[in-house]
């Protein structure tokens, strides 16, 4: 991996969207803001083991039993799935695509874990298929979080026009959620990252890309951007903190906003609740790339955090081979 000193934009992006989702895994899907202050006094809050005990008496689905602390969720595996994808093969190619993430996810893939709704219905679509009869949406009808996943290698990998990657983005996200709204999510994110890459500053960058998503989201995101100081739990209440982009798009935007580097991001979007992790890969792959953007000294992911992240060498491998400046 090319430090040159510090990361690049483009790789912090990518690693700053892995990690984050690594780190949120513990308390994935605990509804419960009082419970996580309590765990975090005694625990703290990132890369903690899956631990049914803190779920219990509280609301929360644990689904993360066979996982242990440094582990993805099924966000961060997509994401680096599609990271392997490119890296392999030099860019993008659907079909390749649709049989390698077949293969991960399916029956007798790599992948040990939780399946949700968007990719549970993509491999029902897919698997009784051959490769060459798969069709150029195979996505399920749903604005679920797994829409997002590809978003951060998408964009870090792209080369040409804002314009280009939207296109590009579209096709990749319909692969999984051929949803309007999932669409627009990944669309609004994909354009604050790569205005981002590409020098803008991070309220500037929130702010420009509000249009871009339409009239359901757009003024969800004008509310949260409205708003003075960090105060996430606060935003979880007001918007929800479930799977569905409409609930978590603000509360990213809200905290990588507002939130002083990676680190208190990561953190402060734990402490909402909820689907953490969904909010975590464009959230993490946002605040990376901005610190790194913007000069800050040292690495803006905490080196503590990337060492237990148990994917390290693999995006370290794959970052080296797309040569990514």
Not at 83 to 105: C, M, N, P, S, W
């Amino acid at each position: 991996m090319n430090y040159n000193n510090k990361l690049t934009p483009r790789i912090a992006a990518i690693l700053g969207a892995l990690v984050a989702d690594s780190a949120s895994l513990g308390l994935h899907w605990l509804y419960d803001p009082n419970r996580i202050a309590q765990i975090n006094k005694s625990k703290g809050l990132t890369f903690l083991s899956p631990d049914d005990d803190n779920y219990t008496g509280a609301k929360g689905f644990f689904a993360h039993g066979n996982k242990q602390a440094g582990d993805s969720s099924g966000y961060g595996e997509t994401c680096l799935l599609i990271l392997k994808h490119i890296a392999r093969h030099g860019q993008f190619d659907r079909v390749q695509y649709q049989t390698e993430y077949r293969g991960h996810f399916g029956p007798g893939g790599e992948y040990i874990g939780y399946i949700d709704s968007p990719t549970r219905q993509t491999l029902l679509k897919l698997m009784p298929l051959a490769p060459d009869d798969f069709p150029q949406i195979s996505g399920a009808d749903d604005d679920q979080f797994a829409a997002l996943a590809t978003v951060p290698v998408i964009t870090a990998t792209h080369k040409g026009t804002q314009a280009e990657l939207l296109e590009k983005i579209d096709e990749v996200v319909r692969l999984t959620n051929n949803n309007d709204i999932a669409v627009s999510a990944a669309k609004y994110t994909a354009s604050v990252l790569f205005d981002i890459i590409n020098g803008r500053n991070m309220t500037q960058a929130l702010t420009d890309a509000i249009p871009q998503p339409g009239d359901k989201l757009s003024p969800l995101l004008e509310q949260a951007l409205q708003t003075n100081s960090l105060d996430s739990i606060t935003m979880a209440e007001q918007f929800g903190s479930a799977c569905h982009v409409l609930e978590g798009i603000p509360i990213v935007a809200h905290i990588a906003k507002h939130a002083s580097n990676y680190r208190d991001a990561i953190e402060a979007n734990i402490r909402a609740g909820g689907d953490s992790c969904g909010r975590a890969i464009m959230l993490g792959a946002i605040t990376a790339a901005n610190a790194q953007q913007m000069g800050e000294e040292g690495l803006s992911i905490p080196l503590e955090w990337m060492a237990k992240y148990r994917g390290l060498s693999v995006v370290a491998d794959a970052c080296a081979q797309l040569r990514l400046a």
